[in-house]
């Protein structure tokens, strides 16, 4: 099986690099994408691990980018190891303005007289503290019945507690992951425009005159007609395919590495092999 979207404890998943290396192993994914957010600290530390369980690993990330004022997750893929030093300095920007938003996050909890302070979400996200673990502190201090909850009522951007945060714009994010020799992959289409095909299909030729690579058909929110949308988008639109279940662990109940929600992702097994093609026929630089 091949999963190119997974997320360690070093963003907002629950598994150490460690664990998800195991957990490859144990459901049968030979091919790894981990893809945290903003961060390569959960890649760095899996390099190893991989290479001795046989698992190959796919040097990724996920950047949540502003597009028309909307947040549009970006994944980067295949960027090259040995020329990342621009881009990991640019991503400490990023987390810097992560932690900024933290900051006016836990305030604003707090006028809505939630009680919550930085040093506890923070002991929980460490350097990649994100809403994920303020939506885990709500649930468990009562305030909130389920994760979902915590989005709905306080955390989602049309919620009350919703705060700014400084994101790159889109076509940054696309520039920056192929400046580093990456190929950038746009994230579960599905929550683009509310789910609209319609408005996604209207956008798409600005996202690709941004220089987008590839479109992630496959995912574990996308109904088999979904995917069968978006292949049928990236046909037209000249993209390559992308796909992986965005496993989180115990953030994110119910999705398991490799096969999705349910075993509802079906991840065709030359993925790679069309990827590289896409490669080969000058699309993609791989
Ligand atoms: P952050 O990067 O800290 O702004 O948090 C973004 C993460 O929160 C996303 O990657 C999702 O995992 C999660 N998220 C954002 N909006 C929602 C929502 N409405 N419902 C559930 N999870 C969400
Ligand atoms: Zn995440
Ligand atoms: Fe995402
Ligand atoms: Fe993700």
Redesign the pocket.
């Known amino acids: 099986m091949i999963d190119l979207h997974s997320h360690t404890n070093e963003s907002?998943g629950t598994f150490s690099p460690e664990e998800l290396i195991a957990e490859a192993r144990r459901v049968g994914v030979r091919t790894l994408g981990i893809t945290d957010?903003d961060t390569f600290a959960g890649h760095d530390q899996a390099l190893a691990l991989a290479r001795e369980a046989g698992v190959e690993l796919v040097t990724g990330i996920e950047l949540?980018t502003k597009l028309h004022g909307h947040s549009v997750?970006l994944l980067g893929y295949f960027l090259n190891p040995d020329g990342l030093d621009e881009f990991r300095g640019w991503i400490v920007g990023l987390q810097a303005a992560?932690r900024d938003r933290n900051v006016r996050l836990v305030a604003r909890l707090r006028e809505l007289g939630v009680a919550i302070t930085l040093e506890e979400v923070e002991a929980r996200g460490r350097g990649m503290t994100?809403?994920?673990h303020f939506a885990q502190i709500l649930l468990e201090k009562g305030y909130v019945g389920s994760l979902?909850q915590a989005?709905d009522d306080y955390?989602?951007e049309s919620a009350k507690g919703y705060v700014y945060?400084d994101e790159p714009q889109f076509a940054d994010g696309v520039a920056k992951i192929r400046h580093a020799g990456g190929i950038a992959s746009l994230a579960h289409p599905i929550r683009i425009a509310s789910g609209s095909r319609e408005d996604l299909a209207a956008m798409l030729p600005e996202l690709c005159g941004a220089g987008l690579n590839a479109i992630e058909a496959y995912h574990s929110d996308h109904a088999p007609e979904d995917t069968l949308a978006y292949l049928e988008l990236a046909g037209r639109y000249g993209l390559s395919v992308t796909g992986g279940s965005d496993f989180h662990g115990a953030a994110k109940p119910g999705i398991e590495l490799g096969s999705g929600r349910g075993k509802n992702l079906r991840i065709p097994d030359d993925l790679m092999e069309r990827l590289r093609g896409d490669a080969g026929a000058g699309t993609l630089r791989l």
């Open positions: 907002d957010h949540s997750h992560r994100g809403r994920p979902q989005f955390l989602d945060r």
